[in-house]
């Protein structure tokens, strides 16, 4: 390694240190702009014959090599095909594929049970813009068909749904996407790749890459892929053009993240089965929904779509929780008889967290519209961490033993 001594002046950097070995670890690229070395240069980058970065928002070493690994999961991109493009948040990268797929005019069909900003995108934003927007019970293929119109562009719809861990009748939606012409968009957050490969089912694919992918609460940023050049061309544009794309440093974080994903989601799944079970046994709760228990509403379609990979969500109701009145006072002392817990509306960190759907994610929905959807106050939704599983475990002894006093 060579050094050499420049006498240091304003605004003139010293040339960068030389090396023939290289870094082992990613490094850290925070520079916003990359020097050109001639216009003949600048000129063949921006017809791509040359591959080179010119202004971060268009793209940066970080984001392409967190893309990437993330494309490698869902079996899109690699040499010759297209991959997808980083975003600075789930919410961006939701954005980014309506940006590309639809106009004025179009209509967009939801599922009725969405990540709750999807929902409001859906409901009241793109409306706003002049795009027309339905929202139907993605379990029945039947009440999607039947919520087309001439001029549906998208369906969006999550595997898994959140809180009430149901799952979509994705052969009946992607048959129907098919048949009718209709672009289907996959949030893949909760299932994850490895838990689902929706890049093989979904004509876009999203992520909130704040969950499990990057996994440890410190990276807010989404991953969205087309299968379709002219899509993921529109959808690439649209992330630049609005501003959607990431810092590097976040990118480089979730990139870290990302080498243990995989242990990470076994782990974190080993001991959801577990606890699902446990809560199962114990006194003062009433039900427990996880994919993989046999009294799971949707467990043949669980089956066939998850494959015994079931995840590390699993919600659960206090027994005689549902009664109005009575729910609240049980859900304050479970959590307060959980101090070790976060509770906090988030899913997919190293530590298990606690969300309580009434007053975070359904707090928007009147009581009558939350027991609809089978969301008392009652109900909790556990995303499981990496902690020993028995003293998980015992720990939701605890929270519930004392709900079951609040109650009495
Ligand atoms: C969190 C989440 C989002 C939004 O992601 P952000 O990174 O918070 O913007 C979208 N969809 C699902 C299913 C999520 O859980």
């Known amino acids: 390694m060579t050094r050499r001594n420049t006498p240091p002046s304003p605004g003139r950097r010293i ?13 850290l690229m925070p520079s916003v702009v990359y020097a050109a070395e001639s216009p003949d240069a600048l000129d063949a980058q921006y017809e791509g014959r040359l591959a080179g970065w010119t202004y971060a928002r268009e793209g940066h070493p970080n984001a392409a090599q ?12 690699g040499p010759g095909r297209l991959g997808g493009v980083m975003t600075g948040s789930g919410m961006a990268a939701v954005s980014a594929a309506m940006l590309g797929l639809v ?8 599922a009725d049970q969405l990540y709750g900003r999807s929902l409001r995108l859906l409901a009241e934003d793109l409306p706003r813009l002049g795009i027309a927007t339905t929202l139907a019970d993605a379990t029945d293929a039947d009440a999607i068909e039947a919520a087309l119109r001439p001029q549906t562009r998208a369906i969006l719809i999550e595997v898994v749904s959140n809180p009430t861990i149901r799952v979509a009748d994705l052969e009946g939606i992607a ?15 909760f299932t994850t790749p490895r838990g689902f490969r929706a890049g093989a089912v979904a004509d876009v694919v999203v992520h909130s890459v ?17 299968r379709d050049a002219e899509t993921a061309g529109r959808i690439a544009t649209a992330v630049q053009t609005w501003g959607m794309t990431p810092a590097p440093f976040d990118c480089w974080l979730a990139e870290r993240g990302m080498h243990t994903f995989a242990l990470r989601y076994d782990r974190a799944e080993a001991t959801a089965a577990r606890l699902a079970d446990a809560l199962a046994r114990m006194e003062g709760v009433g039900r427990v929904l996880y994919p993989g228990r046999a009294d799971h509403p949707d467990r043949a379609r669980a089956g066939r ?33 959980m101090p070790g817990l976060p509770f906090a ?31 008392s106050e009652g109900v909790f939704r556990v995303s499981v ?24």
Do not use: C, Y
């Not at 048959?175 to 957050?189: M, P, S, Y």
């Not at 961490?385 to 009495?408: N, Q």
């Open 15 to 27: 040339p960068w240190p030389e090396s023939r070995s290289r870094p082992v670890a990613t490094p």
């Open 66 to 77: 967190l893309a990437g690994m993330i494309d490698a999961l869902e079996g899109l991109g």
């Open 103 to 110: 106009q004025a005019g179009d209509h967009v069909v939801g």
């Open 175 to 189: 048959a129907l996407a098919r048949e009718r012409g209709v672009a289907l968009v996959i949030d893949n957050t």
């Open 210 to 226: 704040t969950k499990l992918l990057a996994g440890h609460s410190d990276a807010t940023l989404g991953w969205v892929a087309a």
């Open 305 to 337: 779509l998850l494959q015994g990979r079931w995840g590390n969500m699993v919600a659960f109701e206090l027994a005689g929780a549902a009664a109005p009145g009575a729910g609240r006072a049980a859900a304050n002392a479970l959590v307060r008889a």
């Open 345 to 375: 509306p988030t899913l997919g960190d190293v530590g298990t967290t606690l969300s309580h759907p009434a007053t975070s994610s359904h707090r928007g929905l009147s009581a009558e519209g939350r027991a609809a959807l089978g969301i």
């Open 385 to 408: 961490g990496l902690e020993e599983p028995d003293a998980l475990i015992a720990e939701f002894e605890a929270g519930v033993a004392a709900a079951r006093a609040a109650l009495s």
